[in-house]
């Protein structure tokens, strides 16, 4: 008899005399946790790794290759023009509190999305709708201002899942989506609980329980991973520690890539760094390697502009910005020669913490102080991401093909170059494949010589896992912890 019984949850199956133990359930590891519970109302990659395609769905979805895929819509039909999209739902999707998905329930999300005041996170993605129609009950037309040959991919974000008008006001802390699992409960400080949704109008989760777990410290999250409290950590916080969970045939150790574009953002609308001269002495002060080593132990890729190298339109741009404090010393001499003292704010991630500290070092090399603030992530979204009250800070953007962020104005780090909104705008309305590659390449180059931000690396997917887990996504195309098809080997 071989059996397998962890936290009280197994399955008996007996066979030919024997008697073995299906996995039911699954701990999964996170450093942060979410500061709430509705993707289309928070910035914090955190709410979509719990809820993104578990809890809540959109009208298309990202698969694991980042591929645009049906969702709860199972087709579409594109106008001539390119204006108009006619959506045909799924029928027979149930929200988790037993309501029917209607075209309704579209109808309000988009137009609850775009509205004035709304609190979604990436307006941008709807911006260029002019209506939402109920056709009949399952048909949706959706009509924009003009062509957008990346609609469909924007649909597929966490920020344009679709809610219903019933819930949509205490999603932040009792979710209720139409996904393969259900909220359970949220123990603030610890950890959310989803449960096995068996109304899903889709194939149903091997698993029948999922637990998010919040260990913010990596010492706290190898002795997790070590002593089987979590059975998978998808983005682990101790990459220094991978090599003995690689020499440890009871472990998995799951090695990709993500959309997490890491940046030294910087204030550009404020003093002293509204002069490119600064903002490029910083560029040239860091050595992008030594804080990969340093911090991320040599996993990550070297970049030079905010996308993605495996993207097929990046352009290595890192020798623009390369490690020169001769260079970065004499741009300083000139702008600010009485010297240079700035505010660095950190946010919990290592990454941050480590990261910053190195730059710190670089930054002093070259005659620049800081002064290091280090923020958990509610006060880093209040003060940096909303309020913009900062200098200078280090995070991973791991939305998917989000160099549009370049030309909100009211964005944190303040750029908006008329002529990047510009080529922005251009992008949204051209759906040719070889005219949208050479405005991408222009985007990219515009923000590398304005020394926008400092481009330090793309942030890699360092995963642990238990060996029997089979499922998990190797890349992360999107900010997500999709336990759609996760199982455990028998």
Known sequence: MIHHLRRGVAIWVFSAGAVMAQQADISIGMVLEPPNLDPTAGAAAAIDEVVYANVFEGLTRF??????????????????????????????????????????????????????????????????????????????????????????????????????????????????????????????????????????????????????????????????????????????????????????????????????????????????????????????????????????????????????????????????????????????AEAAPDGLTLRLALPPPAYARRGGEIIAAQLRAVGIETEITNLEWAQWLEQVFRGRDFDLTIVSHTEPMDINIYARPDYYFQYARPEFVALNDALATTSDPAARSALMVQMQEMIAGDYVNGYLFQLAKTGVANAAIQGLWANSPTQANDLTGVSWTQ
């Open 63 to 332: 698969g694991p290759d980042g591929s645009v895929n049906p969702g709860l819509a199972e087709s579409w039909q594109i106008s001539a023009d390119g204006t108009t999209y006619t959506f045909t739902l799924r029928g027979g999707v149930t929200f988790h509190d037993g309501t029917t998905l209607t075209a309704e329930d579209v109808v309000f999300t988009l137009d609850r999305a775009r509205a004035e005041g709304s609190t979604n996170a990436q307006p941008a993605i709807f911006a260029n709708i002019t209506s939402v129609e109920a056709v009949d009950e399952l048909t949706v037309r959706v009509t924009l201002d003009g062509p957008d040959g990346a609609f469909l991919f924007d649909m597929a974000w966490g920020d344009a899942v679709i809610v219903a008008a019933e819930s949509a006001d205490t999603n932040a802390t009792a979710p209720i989506g139409t996904g393969p699992f259900r909220f359970a409960n949220w123990a603030q400080g610890d950890r959310v609980d989803l449960v096995r949704y068996d109304a899903y109008w889709g194939t149903p989760a091997a698993l029948e329980a999922a637990t998010f777990r919040f260990i913010s410290d990596p010492n706290a999250a190898f002795a997790a991973m070590m002593a089987g409290d979590v059975d998978a950590f998808p983005n682990f916080p101790a990459p220094e520690t991978l090599a003995q969970f690689e020499a440890d045939p009871r472990f998995s150790v799951i090695v990709g890539s993500t959309e997490g574009e890491t940046i030294l953002a910087m204030n550009n609308a404020q003093a002293p760094l509204d002069d490119v001269r600064i903002r490029q002495a910083i560029a040239h002060a860091i050595n992008r390697q030594d804080i990969i080593d340093g911090a991320m132990f040599g996993y990550g890729t070297p970049i030079g502009t905010h996308f993605a190298p495996h993207h097929p339109d990046y352009v290595d741009l890192t020798g623009l910005s390369a490690h020169d404090p001769d260079a970065a010393r004499a741009l300083l």
